[in-house]
């Protein structure tokens, strides 16, 4: 198998609604994605940079603000099939889960992005609950 | 002025490459005149068989449950316990130089610390080490190395073998002579070369101290790991076509894979190539096309890089004696796990507890200012049992923290002090296959047991004789008459593990 399929999630005490107005921007990655220092969105391409200062071409597939949901895929070379998912449930109790999928060949990479996703996702929670 | 502490390693080596541990193909004179002077250690192991998890348990002196470091790709916690902190709020002076791999390579968001020193221009302070080089095992990548040969000899970078291919997983392409995995030729200079990097950048800094300074450095070679590209101009040293095939060999096939199959599943799966159950070895590699002339290449060209390993050694004992240091240092080597390198017909590295991969090289030589009387030592030990050992060599009070004991000196001083057993863990999960492995060795057995995983129910193990077995060929885990020895060895090995860290720190990256 070559693909590689990583999930993370996280609950935060925060509404859904308020979770996706920064979750859901593509052009905000930067401002809760560690390691993510910059993002340039023209239309549906977005380029973000790396801290390694790498800049990552990404075209965005799905942004639906009723379901909550965004869809994107690295369009780099070295990928051959990419999605990155971010989905924000509500959950009741003004609470929210945010799930950050990431589905990737070669898999090895899935890896390195999912621990990513990761962390970006500790950021989220930190961020939404201290605000 | 106390003494001062030169704790060298190298990497992936196997006990028996060192000509004091019965070696025959590679020459080592230094690490073999560092034995007889000092203490010679026969049955040492690894805490764990895979880089990161063994290197977090040198610097932190505790098993890789507590370290929470289960498998490579987790990183230690930048404020995890070092010994090397311990050390310098103590007044060492101290350093590492070459590889230190406590946090993942594979780091395109830059988010680890060891990748951007190099980056940023950063020598220190890090984890304890005022002064912090980095170097791994090729010309790529974010360390101190890969900058220094892409800033002064860039027309070198492109020399090195490869690591990972195209998909990113640990590259399988094969060279030399014969085609054997990892094997390249390497035209790069032999002072371009890592090796003699890391002792050149070890003498600068070694240069750099104050005469009456105590230090400790930690000088970390990349090799012998694979890839097996040592510098071209070396391999004249040793004719593949003249290395005799190793012991653990079995040359013919059907006695091969019965041994194989006496071993738990996934052994023969691996070999057959139906499941590559870690990332360190090639994906698409698989061990059953592996051919005698290949295991000699492999062999020969690992002798190359420790040979050179053991030269560069010596010029940093030169340094230390032109310095006027030579009484007062204590030298201690050893690696952080084996290399199967032929062993039942397999090479590189996995869940495999035998002793291609457990039984590692371990000196110490004392500070002759000691007054110390050489001495071999058959008792098991451990890396766990380093950090102790330094600081009980600096004089400072071993940390609650540590879980190991300094090392002994000799059999009565390991039987006064109880050192009875040493262990070893594995864990991996990768791309929903996992395994996890706990082993005990103790009284001249090696016993290991599989708890519930991708190719095991939990009820598998191995136990092997290790004075009329010492390759580890006969699998005496199923034999009615050891039912009782099992048991014991089992109720031992659970009553000494630590518990696994919770929670379970998360997968960062491949390695």
């Known amino acids: 198998m070559t693909l590689g399929s990583i999930r993370h999630h996280t609950v935060i005490r925060r509404p859904a609604a308020t979770v996706w107005e920064l979750a859901g921007d593509p052009t905000r990655l930067h401002e809760w994605f560690p390691g993510i220092t910059a993002c340039q969105v023209d239309g549906n391409s977005r380029v973000i940079t790396l801290g390694s200062g790498l800049p990552m071409p990404e075209e965005i597939l799905v942004k639906d603000d009723v379901h909550r949901r965004f869809q994107y895929r690295i369009t780099a070379p070295v990928f051959k099939y990419h999605r990155g998912t971010i989905d924000v449930l509500d959950t009741g109790d003004e ?4 799930v950050y999928s ?21 950021e989220l929670r930190r961020q939404m609950e201290t605000s | 002025m106390g003494r001062k502490i030169l704790f060298i390693t190298s990497d992936q080596q196997r006990y028996d ?10 020459r080592t004179p230094v690490l073999d005149a560092l034995a007889a002077d000092g203490y010679r250690y026969e049955r040492a192991h690894p805490q764990s068989v895979v880089c ?8 932190t002196g505790q098993y890789p449950s507590t370290h929470g470091v289960w498998m490579n790709g987790v990183a230690l916690p930048v404020d995890a316990p ?3 902190a311990e050390l310098h709020d103590n007044g060492y002076r101290t350093a590492l130089v070459g590889k230190p791999h406590f946090e993942p390579f594979l780091d395109p968001f830059a988010r680890f610390a060891e990748n951007r020193f190099a980056a940023n221009g950063m020598t220190g302070l890090h984890r304890g080490f005022e002064h912090f080089e980095s170097a791994t095992h090729g010309a790529l990548g974010p ?11 860039p027309e070198a970078v492109g020399m090195f073998f490869q690591v990972l291919d195209m998909s990113l997983e640990v590259s399988a392409a094969g060279g030399g002579e014969t085609g054997a995995p990892q094997v390249h030729d390497n035209a790069v200079p032999r002072e371009w070369y890592h090796t003699d990097w890391v002792a050149d950048r070890t003498i600068s800094w070694l240069d750099s101290l104050a005469a009456d300074d105590d230090w400790f450095c930690w000088m970390s070679f990349p090799d012998p790991h694979h890839p097996w590209d040592p510098p071209a101009s070396e391999l004249g040293r040793i004719d593949w076509r003249d290395v005799p095939l190793p012991a653990g060999y079995i040359e013919d096939r059907e006695r091969r894979e019965a041994v194989l199959d006496t071993k738990p599943r996934h052994w023969r799966a691996w070999y057959d190539g139906r499941l590559v159950s870690n990332y360190e070895a090639p994906a698409s590699w698989v061990p059953a096309t592996l051919t005698a002339d290949q295991v000699r290449e492999v062999n ?12 560069a050694i010596g010029r940093v004992l030169a340094t230390i004696d032109a310095r006027g240091w030579a009484d007062d240092v204590d030298v201690i080597f050893t690696t952080d796990h084996g290399e199967l390198q032929g062993d039942f017909g ?6 495999y507890h035998v002793d291609g991969l457990m039984r590692i090289p371990l000196i110490w030589r004392p500070a002759p200012s000691s007054g110390s009387t050489p001495a071999s030592v058959s008792r098991p030990v451990g890396l766990v049992d380093l950090a102790p050992t330094f600081c009980t060599i600096a004089g400072v009070a071993v940390p609650d923290w540590m879980e190991g004991a300094a090392l002994p000196v000799d059999d009565a001083d390991a039987d006064r002090r109880g050192f009875e057993r040493v262990l070893t863990e594995w864990d991996s999960e990768l791309f929903g296959v996992d395994v996890h492995l706990r082993t005990i060795t103790r009284d001249g057995w090696m016993c290991s047991t599989y708890q519930p995983g991708f190719s095991h129910d939990g009820s598998e193990g191995e136990l092997y004789d290790l004075v009329d077995d010492p390759l580890q060929q006969v699998n005496r885990w199923d034999d009615p008459s050891m039912a009782s020895l099992r048991s014991n060895l089992l109720a031992d090995l659970w009553d000494h593990q630590p518990q696994m860290h919770s929670p379970l720190r998360r997968v960062e990256a491949p390695v």
């Open chain 2, 346 to 351: 397999l090479l590189f590295k996995g869940p």
């Open chain 2, 17 to 26: 490459t060192l000509g004091c541990n019965g070696g025959t193909v590679a």
């Open chain 2, 143 to 153: 360390l101190h190395y890969a900058r220094w040969l892409a800033a002064n000899h």
């Open chain 2, 82 to 84: 070092s010994v090397a």
């Open chain 1, 95 to 98: 609470c929210c889960l945010v």
């Open chain 1, 102 to 122: 990431t589905d990737c060949d070669p898999r090895a990479m899935a890896l390195m992005i999912g621990s990513g996703t990761a962390g970006a996702l500790d």
């Open chain 2, 300 to 311: 020969a060209r690992n002798a190359v890089e420790c040979e050179l390993i053991d030269e």
């Open chain 2, 52 to 59: 990161m998890p063994s290197r977090s348990t040198m610097i």
